[in-house]
């Protein structure tokens, strides 16, 4: 069964934070949503969410995927952290997968994961002037290699239902999709 970690920070967004959680979790991956720190986390909105466990517990662990909801201040707190950051290069020196969405896609610039890559992100939270060896795309959802970001709020049913589809498949994907009734 795939593992995937969810870092959960004070001020993250909560509809993409619930999202991809309960959306894993349909698809029978190990979901751990670990805080930055002890207690409970306050998503941007003012929605309290608890944590399974706290990232330093998890420190060490492995895991298929390792995901960073946005929202502000929360990727701001995820940049801030060298425990996130040394996660992230560790995760990509081992080949497995990361995302992003929303403000997050500038964590993965801290740690120096996206040169030379193509991603997306919330509109003005990155700006390819600024980030020269970076392609900014706009599409809702953007996998380059074992990276995969994401644009926003709106875009965490598209982005959580790709990341099931590179942890467990397609048709796994197609399961869960169908359960959601999205299209009728």
């Known amino acids: 069964m795939p593992k995937a970690l969810i870092l959960l920070a004070q001020g993250c967004e909560e509809l993409e934070a619930v999202t991809v959680i309960d ?13 930055l720190d002890d207690g409970a986390v306050t998503a941007c909105r003012g929605t309290v969410l608890v944590p399974d466990s706290t990232l330093e517990a998890q420190l060490g662990q492995t895991f298929d995927l390792v995901v ?9 707190h995820l940049e801030e952290d060298p425990r996130v950051l040394h996660l992230l290069r560790c995760q990509a020196a081992a080949g497995r997968l990361i995302a992003a ?3 997050a896609p500038k ?8 040169d030379d ?9 990155l700006t390819a002037a600024d980030f020269p060896r970076l392609t ?3 599409d809702s959802v953007v996998v380059d290699g074992r990276i995969v970001t994401s644009r926003g709020p709106g875009t965490a049913m598209d982005f959580a239902l790709c990341l099931i ?4 498949g397609e ?14």
Do not use: F, H, N, W
């Open 23 to 35: 959306l894993l979790r349909r698809a029978r991956v190990e979901v751990v949503a670990a805080g």
């Open 68 to 76: 960073l909801p946005g929202g502000l201040p929360g990727a701001r």
């Open 101 to 103: 969405i929303c403000a």
């Open 107 to 114: 964590v993965l610039l801290a740690a120096g994961l996206l």
């Open 117 to 125: 890559k193509r991603a997306t992100a919330y509109p003005g939270s």
């Open 136 to 138: 900014l795309v706009t």
């Open 165 to 168: 589809e590179l942890l467990v």
């Open 171 to 184: 048709a796994c994907r197609q399961d869960v999709e169908s359960q959601l009734v999205r299209y009728q």
